[in-house]
């Protein structure tokens, strides 16, 4: 169950009756509430011009309360849900943003000198929950293999930076740097992420080749799924190279991979 169902549960234990129309459809088309009502555990009456729900069998429903929700004072968390829900994913929980690094110099992280070229030559990358991380040129990379192998590309100048999972603004807000780029795949979905990581550094540009358009007609390959919807802040843009690159992508329906820009 969901953490609406434990609100509505919680209301009807503690107040023994709520009206049908505060109830969401979600729970009232649920399994669980329809073998109540054919339980007889809840009932619907008819008040007025409208419906309440009303808790008939009191001891039945305690009991079905406490066993759908076993757990209350836990910490909000996926094993928390589980203990409360029973469902890891009844409530949104903010995780701790993962980033792994790669780099070839010496960096301030988390308050501390860390050898990153030693880290990320011998073990190949180093990972971090940050509090802080200094930088003079930094580079975003959307997919892990191109993060594992940048350096061929770009040089080793930047610090590589890969976020495990979605990016979102508020866990870049750790990281600074004088000089920002971004190096994703040349479709709606990188555009965004782009876009996205802009909104946190102004300067921040996106990385397309010289050659972008020799290899957009040589290597494109087909747009499918997720990664043929635009996002309002793509539809929006009036930068001029999100613009070519959107509607290029529209038009042809095709995108290209960033991985087919690293050589290995």
């Avoid at 009303?54 to 929700?69: A, C, G, Q, R, T």
């Avoid at 990358?125 to 991380?133: A, G, N, Q, R």
């Amino acid at each position: 169950m969901k953490e609406v169902d434990f609100k509505i549960y919680k209301f009807l234990l503690e107040n023994k009756s709520v009206s049908k129309s505060v109830i969401p459809k979600s729970v009232l088309k649920s399994d669980a509430f329809q073998n109540l009502l054919q339980a007889e555990i809840l009932m619907s009456k008819k008040i007025g011009r409208g419906f309440t729900v009303v808790v008939s069998k009191e001891i039945k429903f305690e009991k079905f309360f406490n066993s759908s929700f076993p757990e209350q004072k836990v910490y909000k968390s996926k094993s928390g849900n589980i203990k409360k829900f029973r469902n890891s994913k009844a409530t949104k929980i903010r995780s701790k943003p993962i980033f792994f690094l790669r780099g070839f110099s010496t960096y301030n992280i988390n308050g501390k000198t860390v050898e990153l070229k030693a880290l990320t030559r011998d073990y190949g990358l180093f990972s971090v929950i940050p509090t802080s991380v200094l930088a003079d040129k930094i580079c975003f990379i959307e997919n892990l293999e191109t993060f594992l192998n940048a350096e061929m590309l770009l040089g080793e100048e930047f610090l590589f930076i890969h976020k495990y999972g979605r990016i979102g603004k508020d866990s870049l807000s750790a990281i600074k740097a004088n000089e920002v780029l971004v190096f994703v795949d040349y479709d709606f979905n990188g555009l965004d992420e782009y876009l996205r990581i802009k909104t946190v550094y102004g300067c921040a540009q996106l990385y397309v080749p010289d050659n972008y358009d020799e290899l957009f007609s040589k290597q494109s390959v087909t747009l499918k799924g997720n990664k043929a919807k635009m996002s309002n802040a793509v539809k929006s843009s009036n930068e001029s190279t999100v613009v070519k690159i959107r509607e290029q992508v529209a038009r042809t329906n095709r995108f290209l991979e960033q991985e087919i820009l690293i050589n290995v």
